[in-house]
């Protein structure tokens, strides 16, 4: 094993064990992260800043890309996704709720106090009409994500993308006067500004977009007529019972399973919607882990790589995060996007030879981020005016 300080508050650590008779090499490459350091902070990223994108990833984004352009001293991937760029479950990003929970799926939180905890939620999204002494309510299906055809009503915020998707079968409102970001537990009210069919409704400051098939639709066909006021409130609500103030909660990214409950061995795969195949065959993993004293662990094994590692169950990755006095863990992304980047470098071994484009990521900075942004803009500065 070997450490290493890569910045005031956050050392690297590297575990490898050598192949014998019975068992492949295997390599471990962990970020221990002090949030109680001044400067220290870890924040979500998504892959270009936005939710969906153009390009042949949909939205998707290597992991360095996103460190290099935030400046982050570190980072790792973060939650699954689909084909899309969306991530799967809960994403906070400076506070404003980009996607749902779902699942019961376990979310790493982090507070605005540097303060981490797991914890995992329900959506209960609602749109709301008031006319003639009338109020008609609507569930959300969802926010900012390809509609699928039993997602009656979904919410699109500007972090979505520049508009909506094009969806031939849906009807779209656009809601203008909202003020972004939105935060979870809120209500908004907007003014409707146009009602039309066919999706590629333009996402802009202020604005958002309610997207409707079957019974959403009609919902929305007869009550949001043009200059009306609709609201609507993403509700999000602790599934532990323990009281969340969202208000205080400025990161969270989804994951799941979760590997460690108070400082015991706790996997329910099932529970979360993981096979137990997921659960007991090796693989490159990612995780994150909090300690007794308030630490962020960070952890990417590496596998599939027979001369380089052979991977790890989630029971092993549970006892690799005990070894470092963890007292709660979740499970993150795996497999080929399980990546860790120091200083601008892989410093693991990604089973796909490369790194894979991710929806989102965790990123780390050091106390010295912000000096160093700080330097890059006055170069910047210093070169745009002498130009």
Sequence with gaps: MTRRVVSPGITLIRESVAANATEGPLSASLLLVDLKRSGVRVTAALGGDRVWGTDPTSGRE?????????RAVAAVNAGFFPLGGNPIGLHIQDGE??????ASRTCLLIDRGNRARLDAFSFAGQAVAKTKGRTARFSLSGMNRRPGAKEALLLFTPTFAERTLKQPARTEVVLAGIRTPILPNRTYAGRVKTIGQGGESPLSKNTVVLSGIGPGAAFLRRYALPGRTLSFRPGVSSLSGRPVRFTDIRTAVSGGPRLIRNGKVTIRAAAEGFSSGFAV?????????????????LAV?????????????????????????????????????????????VVNTPSDGRERPVANALLVFGPDSDKKSGRVRAKSAARRGKS
């Design 62 to 70: 290597i992991v360095s890309a996103m460190a290099k352009r935030r």
């Design 97 to 102: 709720i980009v996607t749902e929970p779902g």
């Design 301 to 345: 094994v590496d596998g599939r790589r027979k001369t380089v590692s052979r991977g790890m169950s989630l029971s092993e990755l549970a006892a690799l995060l005990l070894k470092y006095d963890t007292r709660d863990a979740v499970n993150l992304d795996g497999g080929g996007s399980s990546v860790m980047i120091v200083h601008g470098r």
């Design 281 to 297: 065959t090796r693989h490159p993993r990612t995780a994150a882990g909090i300690t007794r004293d308030g630490k962020l662990l």
